[in-house]
């Protein structure tokens, strides 16, 4: 029997479509799905039959694993619990995307431990795990209604090139299917970038639509500074630790980020493109610094969830940091180590804004202790 196909741009309800797509996998069906990269072939992960039909359609061997995709960044610590700083990292920043992450799976509380045999089988055959957040909308509202993750394939036989339309699905697949969802060509139309990060490493497994060198600046360690309109404490605390760092590193200011750190400083109610209070570009050049070419942003929902560690000036700064993204919560804290407010020197002299600098400098002196630098993230 041919499978139901499903053109999502003519349809007038959309959550028929996912609740449809949804009851197929649930009876066990391969169902195909678009993503942003190439059509997908999916099942249940849950159901060891359904992944078994994929592996039969796909002809596929277990020296290459079907990927897991689930819901969001923070299930993947539920298949690899004691996942490291570098991979949860890249996992905030390129999901929902087309990047795979490929990591170990072996810590006895992953949830792969509970899936069937021979799904463990098709997913992770020597303790590694390829784990995906697809990024497109039908995809991701499969997942969140679905009971488990779905293992996933790209949509084609082996040796044959990926399937970005619906029609080549159904040419290469046909009966097989139990239903395809039609979204017209895939946005990039060539696969995922997979990446196997180990060891607090990286290593570029397949070339996909993320290049590297942007995956090298994904995987950098970010430290983020905050303060109210980005034109004085927060600048001159980004700066101060950009010199701080580059010393600590052994290497010039301008070369932090090959050396997988990036430093910046925004504000929570900061307007776009101003420039550093003059105050504040005098007492920086009195240390050495140049803050002349700064210029002004405002907080941003990917600054807050790209950050590793957000550093405020104020209690009032985290708070509202806390209360707009509350996932940022356990990456955000007071830059002064006994809690207290850094005083803004907004309208004060020269002298208030060294002694705001100097402040700043000593608790820089503290928390970057608490850092964990990179190694040289790429092999």
């Given amino acids: 029997m ?38 997908g072939l999916a099942a249940s992960a849950l159901d060891e039959q359904a992944v078994c039909r994929l592996t039969a359609a796909k002809d596929r061997t277990s020296s290459k694993p079907f990927t897991l ?15 490291c700083p570098l ?36 997913v992770s055959p020597e303790q590694t795990i390829g784990l995906r957040v697809p990024g497109h909308q039908v995809v991701l509202d499969v997942l969140r209604m679905l009971a488990g993750p779905l293992a996933l ?59 590297e060198p942007t995956l090298r600046r994904l995987s950098c360690l970010m430290v983020l500074f905050v303060c109210t309109g980005n034109t004085c404490r927060s600048p001159m605390a980004e700066m101060l630790c950009r010199d701080m760092l580059a010393r600590r590193l052994n290497c010039p200011i301008e070369e932090l980020e090959d050396r997988g750190v990036l430093v ?16 504040a570009v005098r007492s920086m050049s009195e240390m050495g610094l140049d803050l002349g070419g700064h210029e002004t942003q405002p907080l941003t929902e990917p600054l807050a969830r790209h950050a590793d560690a957000i550093y405020t000036m104020t209690r009032h700064h985290r708070e509202a940091i806390v209360t707009q993204w509350p996932s940022a919560a356990e990456r955000t804290q007071l830059l002064a180590i006994d809690g207290a407010d850094i005083a803004d020197p907004i309208g004060g002299s020269v002298e208030r804004y ?9 608790e820089l002196k503290m928390r970057l202790t608490e850092l964990e630098l990179p190694d040289p993230n790429w092999k």
Avoid at 99 to 104: E, I, R, S
Avoid at 169 to 185: K, Y
Avoid at 267 to 279: D, S
Avoid at 354 to 362: G, T, V
């Fill in 264 to 279: 910046a400083s925004a504000g929570i109610a900061a307007m776009l493109g101003g420039g550093a209070g003059v105050e």
């Fill in 2 to 39: 041919p499978p139901v196909v499903i053109d999502l741009r003519s349809t007038d309800d959309w959550r028929d479509v996912v609740h449809r797509a949804v009851q197929a996998l649930a009876e066990g069906g391969l169902v195909a799905l678009p993503t942003e990269t190439v059509y």
């Fill in 69 to 83: 995709a689930i819901k969001s960044a923070d299930e993947a610590r539920d298949y690899a619990p004691d996942l």
């Fill in 354 to 362: 060294r002694q705001c600098a100097a402040k700043i400098q000593d």
């Fill in 153 to 211: 394939s790209s949509a084609n036989r082996g040796g044959l090139p990926e399937a970005v339309t619906a029609k080549e699905v159904i040419d290469c697949f046909g009966d097989e299917l139990a239903l395809v969802v039609d979204d017209g060509p895939c946005r990039f139309g060539q696969p995922s970038s997979v990446v196997r990060v180990a060891g607090g490493r990286c290593s570029l497994l397949r070339e996909g639509v993320v290049p």
């Fill in 87 to 122: 991979a949860r990292r890249l996992a905030r920043r390129c999901w929902p995307g087309p990047v795979t992450l490929v990591v170990d799976d072996s810590h006895t509380d992953s949830l792969v431990r509970q899936l069937p045999p021979k799904v463990r089988e098709a």
